[in-house]
């Protein structure tokens, strides 16, 4: 299996954050596109425009690859697909909120074999490829590892919003009732901070193939364990749960599932 090089991924990254950095906190055409179970799902320009920038480049490099964006599906067939998102959080986007960052995933067979996910508004770039994760600030590149707590009273849980997950409120909150604290809203920049050490467990109860694929080897690569409920792989989506360590993931799934 040959993997692009972790370089083409950086100069996916910034062609998106050419287009999406002009955009952010400037007047924005905000629509809603339909979505089951959502009254409002925001989209922009910024989306559209910077999914459309990565597609014309990844089709010009690898023409026989797979393409699977938030804004325009499926395009191809193929063992490799890559998976984007142009602008995941496009609420704090909108919002003036730096949490959201642009999702640049590759799946080989059906895996996530590599991920970025660049956040252009700080400057930082999450990255994994193979060869263990890393992150990129003001010139400074690190390797991501995360932390041990050692248990779930002195983990702290992220979700980006508890309105999202009425299917498993009560699971949610056997789990919140059990770690040391629970904040809300951060998205994916929440799941680098986990990468990152700063965060244990990471929850979120919906999501699709676009918000989650980038980030499984990031996770992996880092130390970490991310599945669905029912430990199965993530790539899929659904709900998914990311943990710093492979004890507090089996704690957790435990809770969120309703064992004791």
Not at 115 to 139: I, K, N, P, V, Y
Request: charged share 20%; with cysteine.
């Amino acid at each position: 299996m040959q993997l692009p090089d972790v370089g083409f991924l950086h100069s996916l990254a910034d062609i998106a954050d050419a287009e999406t950095l002009p955009r952010y906190r400037s007047a924005l055409v905000i629509e809603n596109k339909p979505k089951e179970g959502w009254s409002f799902d925001p989209v922009t320009e910024a989306d559209r425009q910077a999914e459309m920038a990565i597609r014309n480049a990844i089709q010009a490099r690898y023409p026989d690859h797979a393409i699977l964006g938030e804004e325009f599906g499926v395009s191809g067939t193929g063992p490799y697909r890559w998976v984007l998102d142009p602008v995941d959080g496009t609420r704090p986007f909108i919002c003036g909120l730096p949490v959201w960052a642009t999702l640049i995933g590759l799946t080989v067979h059906g895996r996530a074999e590599a991920g970025l996910m660049s956040q252009a508004f700080t400057g930082e770039r999450f990255w994994a490829a193979g060869d263990g994760a890393w992150e990129e600030r003001a010139g400074r590149r690190r390797r991501l590892a995360t932390r041990d707590v050692g248990s779930l009273s002195q983990a702290i849980l992220h979700t980006t919003s508890p309105q999202h997950g009425r299917d498993h409120a009560t699971g949610f909150d056997r789990l919140a009732q059990a770690v040391r604290m629970t904040r809300y809203g951060g998205e994916s920049y929440a799941v680098a901070m986990l990468a990152a050490g700063h965060i244990d467990l990471c929850f979120e109860p919906a999501l699709q193939p676009y918000d989650i694929v980038a980030l499984i080897p990031i996770i992996e690569q880092a130390g970490g364990v991310v599945t669905r409920l029912d430990g199965s792989r993530a790539e899929q989506g659904g709900a998914v749960l990311m943990s710093a360590t492979p004890r507090l993931h089996e704690e957790a799934l435990r809770l969120l599932n309703g064992a004791g």
